[in-house]
């Protein structure tokens, strides 16, 4: 029986030799799908079913994922109408199987606290001033043998909101007393795919990628200002090549986690009020399905209240 990895691609056909095929209906058993698309401000799963590849005459696809540990045993069947040489019209039915595995993975999210410095206020130390981020993500993926190993990587979905507000209304209408940005909450790519433009190999070995979220401290009349962002972290998985073959990113697991903190100005300038940490929510949770996004969030835009 042959062998995939989740991700791989696999090219299948019905083969009858000397006869002309139509009428084509597949079934593949397992989590099979048609691939993942990013283009660009969008990303998404591609479903056998939407893109009409099982009524067609060969297709390639993929596996998402694996039931438990695996592997799993996928039954790929097809029946089809065929017309031989004389032209008498008969039905024909090919029948397949493939085993299916997936690799292993390790997450260690780490939550950092909230900091002030270079003028604003972030979960983590500020432009890397020596103190921890505000998540580190500490992964690893292991694949199994004889399977090359191919590589991990991330893609961040965010919701902003941020708050400013003034020290006194005056002579300000009492509607902008308070500005907030906000997207709505909508979820969004947070700044691209991969996140952070970083992909780690799948050989075992740990790798760290961190975000330290944040936002500027406003000038006076502005006396306060207040983040709570939350997040869903994906680690997706893309294996290598084989037989040329193409490849797709697969989900492995998310992480969930809220970045809510406080300044204001006091008698030293400005101060994170209370004690406010990055929550993590969801530490690592597996996960069959892929993140889906149709915009890219890098600022949202200021509403007055």
């Not at 691609?9 to 993942?36: K, N, R, Y």
């Not at 493939?98 to 432009?127: D, K």
């Not at 490849?247 to 009020?273: F, H, K, S």
Request: a negative charge; proline letters at 7%.
């Amino acid at each position: 029986m042959p062998s995939v990895l989740i991700g791989q691609g696999l090219t299948v056909s019905l083969v009858t030799p000397g006869m002309t095929q139509s009428a084509w209906s597949w079934s593949i058993s397992g989590d099979p799908f048609a691939g993942f698309q990013v283009t660009g401000s969008t990303g998404n799963a591609l479903e056998l079913g939407a893109t009409h590849m099982l009524t067609s005459e060969g297709f390639t696809y993929y596996y998402r994922s694996i039931q438990d540990a695996g592997p799993d045993t996928s039954t790929i069947a097809c029946t089809a109408t065929v017309t031989d040489p004389n032209g008498d019209v008969h039905q024909a039915t090919g029948t397949t199987q493939v085993s299916v595995y997936a690799p292993t993975y390790t997450q260690a999210p780490q939550a950092g606290a909230f900091n002030i410095g270079n003028g604003q206020l972030e979960a983590g130390f500020p432009n890397g001033n020596g103190g921890p981020p505000g998540i580190l993500f500490v992964g690893s993926v292991t694949v199994p043998a004889p399977f090359a190993a191919g590589m991990f990587g991330y893609a961040q979905l965010i919701t902003n909101l941020y708050t400013w507000a003034w020290t006194s209304v005056g002579n300000i209408p009492t509607n902008q007393a308070t500005a907030t940005m906000s997207t709505n909450g909508q979820n969004g790519l947070d700044t691209g795919f991969t996140y952070g433009g970083f992909t780690n190999p799948a050989s075992g070995v740990r790798f760290g990628t961190s975000d330290t979220p944040g936002t500027q401290l406003p000038k006076q009349p502005w006396v306060q200002v207040t983040m709570n962002d939350s997040f869903t972290t994906y680690m997706l998985y893309q294996p290598a090549s084989a037989g040329n073959q193409p490849t797709t990113w697969v989900p492995l697991c998310y992480i969930t986690w809220v970045a809510d903190g406080t300044a204001a100005v006091g008698a030293g300038g400005w101060a994170v009020q209370g004690s406010p940490v990055v929550t993590i929510t969801a530490g690592n949770v597996a996960t069959k399905t892929l993140p889906s996004w149709t915009n890219v969030v890098s600022a949202g835009s200021w509403q007055y209240q």
